[in-house]
């Protein structure tokens, strides 16, 4: 984020990051990890937005998602003593998203996605829910906005393919049962 | 909607959005996040020297657990390592350190010997430093000079130590902490420095830092410091 003058006070600057952000990044959240999770990445993503605020590019959002992503995967992979502090205080006054419940989503895309690779299916999510661009995947990545198109490209056709298998599989089912005495 | 032909990938984007599962996430209480911010803002302050007279007006009533979060926080970050933290523009001119550099390394920590025939000047936190929870290792290894010394002397604004094993950063073999009366006093009493003892030192942009990260050399400060720079 392009600070509007030197003199720019960064509490201000990093409040009005967050307004823009915030939302964005807890649906990236909320698509991707457990609620708990979910708002200790969020504040993790926060405190290096704080920490880094004079690197944060215009537009920020795929740059915030991209810090997003690391954190989520640094905590998936490394020891949650110190997070599980906070995911006990989600407990202890739950957010009011909580107590909603989500339509349920269309349990194909799920099984579809389920069956691509994971970094596919991470682009296709990307590019749908997010509805990043491809040069905007690629600053999330890290990778050239050209291997983004091609593997996007890729991806949406064993995306297709996977659904087609899903939906004759439950065809098929559905014949075989008919077929039953 | 049939899956056998997509001619558009607006069609297909369609398609995928219907298995969003953050489709109806509803939007986050201001309040609480109002509360987030600040605690990110005012926590870091644990980590930083405060440099600015306006930071003072961040500590507004705030619950143990708005704390805790925010230590955690504070904490998980220091965990994730991929990202080293970058000095940021408004660190303050008052925390200069002629051996520290401009910018903390977190990601490698160098466990070694001090620089010898240098001297490394450090200053204290100012009182308006607050310190967030128990310290923990993940915490503590963030900070970018940490090593042990024995203190030779104590005299006037200035405590002497001699540095002799260096877990983070580069540290000279003479170290002087200086700090004018009110937070020298304040270091001396927390951190109890006495001629002759040996003790384990922590520093963040050239400041010393209490809150339980520096002290005497044994016991629990000196297993943390074991945890947290463990090369």
Known sequence: MAADSPDDDPRERFERLAAEVVEPVRRFLARRTDPATADDVLAETLLVCWRRLDQVPEPALPWVYGVARNCLANIQRGDRRQVRLAAKITAVDPPQEAVHEPDPPDPRIEAALAALRPEEADLLRLWAWEQLGPGEIAEVLGITPNAVSIRLHRARGKFVEQLRKIDDGAGHEGVREGREP | ?231
């Open chain 2, 1 to 231: 909607m049939s899956t056998s032909d997509f001619e558009h990938d607006d069609e297909l984007r369609a398609l995928l959005r219907g298995g969003d599962p953050a489709g109806s996430l509803s939007p986050a209480d201001p309040a609480a996040l109002a509360m987030l911010l600040e605690d990110i803002m005012s926590a870091d302050l644990d980590v930083r020297p405060v440099d600015e007279g306006d930071r003072a007006t961040g500590t507004r009533g705030r619950n143990p657990l708005a704390w805790l979060v925010a230590a955690a926080a504070v904490a998980a970050i220091a965990a994730v390592g991929g990202f080293a933290i970058s000095g940021l523009g408004d660190n303050g001119g008052d925390a200069d350190s002629p051996v520290a550099g401009p910018g903390p390394s977190v990601v490698a920590p160098d466990h070694g010997a001090p620089l010898a025939g240098q001297t490394t000047d450090l200053t204290v936190g100012g009182a308006g430093t607050k310190c967030v929870a128990e310290p923990t290792a993940a915490m503590l290894a963030q900070y970018d000079q940490a090593f042990e010394g024995t203190v030779t002397s104590i005299e006037g604004d200035t405590v002497t130590l001699e540095a002799t094993d260096v877990y983070q950063g580069e540290v000279g073999e003479t170290v002087q902490v200086q700090a004018p009366a009110g937070p020298f006093q304040t270091m001396i009493q927390q951190v109890k420095f006495e001629v002759g003892g040996t003790y384990l030192v922590s520093a963040w942009q050239g400041a010393v830092s209490m809150c339980g990260f520096s002290g005497p050399a044994s016991g629990d400060l000196q297993k943390l410091y074991t945890e947290a720079f463990p090369h």
